[in-house]
């Protein structure tokens, strides 16, 4: 965050980061935001960044990986909350409203889909909270992001479910997740 934008009062900081994440979900596109006024919006949220060696956990890709650093940032409690949330409320909501199941990821070893449904929603935490922490670079964040965003648009628009390793998110995802971190991990 530059000098700047620590003078900046918390709604306005708040309202640059509320723009970048709808500008995700209705465009697929992530545009450059400061990841030290992405951290600053984050961390007047509940996140911790204090320098410690679990923060390096945030820079492995998996989110098994990353969930050391995930808990250290969120403590391990609102990291549960959010999966819970994913699984037990987010995801049947979904998947009523859309009268199908969500897609998964495609194994090519065993040539089957496995059956874990909030790969990417968790991912998306585990990004954006790295990116924030400086341990993801903006450039494999947006690829990522975009690319997750782009297949889960292609699922629920044409039920196209690709096969690669990066789980989709859906498009309307980034802004709800980013309203569920909003709420202290407490909404339903």
């Known amino acids: 965050m530059t000098d700047k934008d620590k003078d900046r009062p918390f709604e306005e900081r708040l309202a640059e980061a509320d723009g970048w994440i709808q500008n995700i979900t209705d465009k697929g596109v992530v545009g450059e935001i400061d990841p030290m006024l992405l951290?600053?919006?984050?961390?007047?949220?509940?996140?911790?960044?204090?320098?410690?060696?679990?923060l390096e956990a945030l820079s492995k890709y998996t989110n098994s990986g990353k969930r050391s650093g995930l808990n250290a940032v969120w403590g391990k409690g609102r990291v549960d909350a959010y999966k819970k949330w994913v699984q037990e409320v987010y995801i049947p909501q979904y998947e009523q409203q859309v009268g199908r199941e969500l897609p998964?990821?495609?194994?090519?070893?065993?040539?089957?889909?496995?059956?874990?449904?909030y790969s990417g929603m968790m991912?998306?935490?585990g990004e954006l909270t790295a990116y924030a922490a400086g341990k993801k670079t903006f450039a494999d964040y947006k690829r990522l992001t975009e690319n997750r965003v782009r297949k889960g648009k292609r699922w629920k628009e044409e039920g196209i479910r690709?096969?690669?390793?990066n789980a989709p998110i859906l498009p309307e995802f980034p802004a709800d997740a980013w309203s569920y971190i909003k709420s202290g991990f407490t909404s339903n």
């Open 123 to 125: 991912q998306f935490l």
């Open 104 to 117: 998964t990821l495609f194994d090519p070893e065993t040539k089957t889909y496995d059956d874990v449904k």
């Open 162 to 165: 690709e096969h690669s390793p």
């Open 39 to 54: 951290r600053g919006v984050l961390v007047e949220m509940g996140a911790d960044f204090e320098p410690k060696p679990e």
